[in-house]
T-cell receptor, first 112, second 113 residues
Framework: KQEVTQIPAALSVPEGENLVLNCSFT??????LQWFRQDPGKGLTSLLL?????REQTSGRLNASLDKSSGRSTLYIAASQPGDSATYLC???????????FGKGTHLIIQP | DAGVTQSPTHLIKTRGQHVTLRCSPI?????VSWYQQVLGQGPQFIFQ???????GRGNFPDRFSARQFPNYSSELNVNALLLGDSALYLC????????????FGSGTQLSVL
């Protein structure tokens, strides 16, 4: 059974700090991995999608890496801002008709 | 262009009732997926539809069913509601499947009393 674990479950840091969110998965047959943010009571907003053949993806202040051999992905947020406060979820995809398997998320608070 | 739209936004039902949730994907997207998110948990995959055919099903009972229409919109139906069905139901669309970037709607918050 696929399992996705996100550490830490919650994180609170002052504005301006760089931070790393972690996602680990058990299925070595990963097809891709997606990072999302979710604001309270809202849907998910896609941040980055990394295919299994890629090592990392970047978008603005966000950088996500993927290491299939160790079963890990990290999301790096540079120069954090209060607007970055949200829950960050990673979803592992195995391709085909299987849906994404999500972790429980990291609840991030950026203090002004 | 409009994003993924879901209706209704909130719904209150009682045990044993039936519910229908609706989703309109982004224009041009042919794949729709449904996820259930219980408070404090990550979303769980329920169904994927592509070109009006079911392409995948998660580990949910037969009380859950769905369909996709010729205009690619979709409905999720849940029969014989249980208290445990209370959750945020999310619809996601993509061009062709789960292996692509998913665009989520804001969800339908279902409360079963």
């Amino acid at each position: 059974k696929q399992e996705v674990t996100q550490i830490p479950a919650a994180l609170s840091v002052p504005e301006g700090e760089n931070l790393v969110l972690n996602c680990s998965f058990t299925d070595s047959a990963i097809y891709n991995l997606q990072w999302f943010r979710q604001d309270p009571g809202k849907g998910l907003t896609s941040l980055l999608l990394i295919q299994s053949s890629q090592r990392e993806q970047t978008s603005g202040r966000l950088n996500a890496s993927l290491d299939k051999s160790s079963g890990r992905s990290t999301l790096y947020i540079a120069a954090s801002q209060p607007g970055d406060s949200a829950t960050y979820l990673c979803g592992e995809g195995r391709g085909g008709a299987d849906g994404l398997t999500f972790g429980k998320g990291t609840h991030l608070i950026i203090q002004p | 262009d409009a994003g993924v739209t879901q209706s209704p936004t909130h719904l209150i039902k009682t045990r044993g009732q039936h519910v229908t949730l609706r989703c309109s994907p982004i224009s041009g997207h042919k794949s729709v997926s449904w996820y259930q998110q219980v408070l404090g948990q990550g979303p769980q995959f329920i169904f994927q539809y592509y070109e009006k055919e079911e392409r995948g099903r998660g580990n949910f009972p037969d009380r859950f069913s769905a369909r996709q229409f010729p205009n690619y919109s979709s409905e999720l139906n849940v029969n014989a509601l249980l208290l445990g069905d209370s959750a945020l139901y999310l619809c996601a669309s993509s061009l062709a499947g789960q292996w692509e970037k998913l665009f989520f709607g804001s969800g339908t918050q279902l409360s079963v009393l």
